[in-house]
């Protein structure tokens, strides 16, 4: 697996001089604390580095590959989301396709009282473009999937999980939500693109890990 150039230099600096803390490195390498943790992270969940409190990182050597799968399981939703873009139901479609031009993004997620009812994807709005309907107005709730049809995430689940309905249910998007009982607050987007960015970061762009 090809770590990207930091990872790789954080990896010998350990092997060479561990166990080493944070703060440690963070002076040998001329950067801050804050900006190292990232790769700290990838490399301990990877299993390349170990890290035991009060005394640092220690160097563990190169992973198996299946921990690729152990590690989407230990990273929650919560540090990976976006931004959720969200317009109450008394909007109009209009709105709404204004709002994915403006927002750039694919799906957008409806509210009644601030709580979700329903998401319009692209093809939703393209489908009611094409017809006779005064877009003006149409309330998007005339078109969304409703609740309790949503497939959502709570942020503590896993990046793993995030990927299984996404592929499972065959849709872009997932609103990232709090609540129980169908009464949920959207905090949350989790999108193919936040999947792919993750495997990237996981694999340092390299496809070899995954073969
Ligand atoms: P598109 O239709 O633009 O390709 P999707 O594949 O995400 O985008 O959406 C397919 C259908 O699934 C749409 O009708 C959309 O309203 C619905 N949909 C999108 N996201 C979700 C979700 N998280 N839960 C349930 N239905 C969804």
Same mark, same amino acid.
Request: with cysteine; aromatic share 6%.
């Given at each position: ?13 350990v092997e060479e001089r561990g166990p080493i ?55 929650? #939703?919560?540090? +990976? =989301?976006?931004?959720? !873009?969200? %317009?109450?139901?008394?909007? &109009?479609?209009?709105? @709404?396709?204004?709002? $994915? ?22 093809k939703d709005l393209l489908r009611t473009a094409?017809?006779?309907l005064d877009l003006t107005q149409t309330p998007?709730?005339? #078109?969304?999937? +409703? =609740?309790?049809?949503? !497939?959502? %995430?709570?942020?503590?689940? &896993?990046?793993?999980? @995030?990927?299984?309905? $996404? ?45």
């Amino acid at each position: 697996m090809d770590l990207n150039d930091r990872q790789r230099e954080l990896l010998k600096l350990v092997e060479e001089r561990g166990p080493i803390t944070g703060e440690e490195l963070a002076k040998l390498m001329n950067l801050s604390r804050n900006t190292l943790r990232p790769d700290l992270t990838v490399l301990t969940m990877l299993g390349f580095l170990g890290a035991r409190p009060k005394v640092g990182y220690f160097y563990r050597g190169r992973p198996p590959r299946e921990d690729v799968e152990s590690f989407m399981r230990s990273i929650p #939703v919560s540090s +990976r =989301m976006s931004l959720p !873009v969200v %317009i109450d139901e008394n909007s &109009s479609v209009y709105d @709404a396709i204004v709002e $994915i031009f403006t927002e750039n993004v694919g799906t957008i997620f409806i509210t009644q009282d601030g709580f979700l009812s329903g998401c319009v994807s692209r093809k939703d709005l393209l489908r009611t473009a094409i017809g006779k309907l005064d877009l003006t107005q149409t309330p998007v709730s005339m #078109v969304m999937t +409703r =609740m309790p049809n949503i !497939v959502g %995430i709570h942020p503590g689940q &896993s990046m793993l999980e @995030a990927a299984k309905l $996404i592929d499972g249910h065959r849709i872009d998007a997932l609103p990232v939500w709090e609540g129980q009982e169908g009464k949920y607050r959207v905090v949350g987007r989790i999108t193919k693109t936040n999947i792919t960015r993750f495997v990237l970061e996981l694999g340092g762009n390299d496809e070899s890990y995954f073969e």
